[in-house]
């Protein structure tokens, strides 16, 4: 076990990297991340996040990573040597299952995830990382030179956790420092945030910001495609009792591609 010192929302991060090793153990899994299995080896028990995690969390969050990754090996396959950004990166394994040798990667968290991911990973000159608060967009100034258009964006299982106004401005910040960028992101349904709260809670990890599809319409953003999780895989939905009923797109949480402007 390695020393880790998380307190709220970051201490998720251990969830969804939990939710990936797993992944690892099914049949047919929707992805190949021999990475998160073996650093999720070196992750501290936990009770309150062992309670608090269950079957459909695992699912939503394979389904969601495999939605972004898709997004992003096709804006990898249709750029020269990218920039790509990854927001609340935590314990992601994305570079080193699609970035590796193609990009130049840049992982962006919180000082307490950078420090924690230090102890499993080390940086090199087409992979490093800035320990900063995403909504301080200071850190805008220490990315690399990059056409707009040849830059990525990705935030998962991240942006739900900041306060609105912070989040918005961000966004606002994004458009008019990187238009033609794109930027992939997930969004939990608003619905879900009261439900998600009340067990989140446990963790000290309150969701604040969920929006629904119309609602995308306000951010500074042209929407290439969106993916909604419950509509995804319906037979790994099946396998753990999530009844038809209950997946639809107004109870969905949902992946968006789209072009900052």
Not at 4 to 18: H, K, P, Q, S
Not at 185 to 195: A, K, M, R, T
């Amino acid at each position: 076990m390695i020393n880790l010192r998380l307190d709220g929302a970051v201490r998720t991060l251990i969830l969804t990297l939990r939710a990936r090793a797993e992944e690892q153990t099914h049949d047919s899994p929707l992805f190949n991340d021999t990475w998160s299995q073996d650093w999720f080896k070196f992750m501290p028990k936990s009770k309150p996040l062992d309670d608090w995690y269950h079957p459909a969390f695992q699912l939503a969050s394979v389904i969601r990573t495999h939605l972004i990754d898709q997004a992003v090996e096709d804006f990898i396959g249709s750029h020269d040597n990218p920039l790509v950004v990854e927001l609340g990166a935590g314990f992601s394994t994305r570079y080193f299952r699609l970035g590796k040798d193609k990009t130049r990667w840049i992982e962006l968290d919180l000082e307490e995830a950078i420090v924690a991911r230090r102890k499993l990973d080390i940086e090199v000159a087409q992979h490093w990382f800035i320990a900063s608060d995403m909504t301080d967009t200071s850190w805008f100034d220490l990315l690399p030179e990059a056409d707009a258009k040849n830059t990525l964006f990705i935030a998962e299982g991240t942006l739900m956790f900041l306060d609105p106004d912070a989040l918005n401005h961000l966004f606002d910040a994004l458009a008019e420092r990187f238009s033609g960028a794109t930027f992939v992101f997930d969004v939990v349904n608003p619905d879900y945030l009261e439900e998600a709260n009340g067990r989140f809670s446990q963790i000290n990890a309150p969701m604040q910001w969920g929006i629904t599809v119309d609602e995308l319409s306000d951010l500074p953003i042209k929407v290439n495609d969106i993916a909604h999780l419950l509509l995804q895989y319906p037979e790994r939905w099946d396998a753990i009792d999530v009844d038809a009923s209950k997946r639809t797109e107004d109870r969905s949480g949902f992946v968006v591609a789209g072009t900052l402007d």
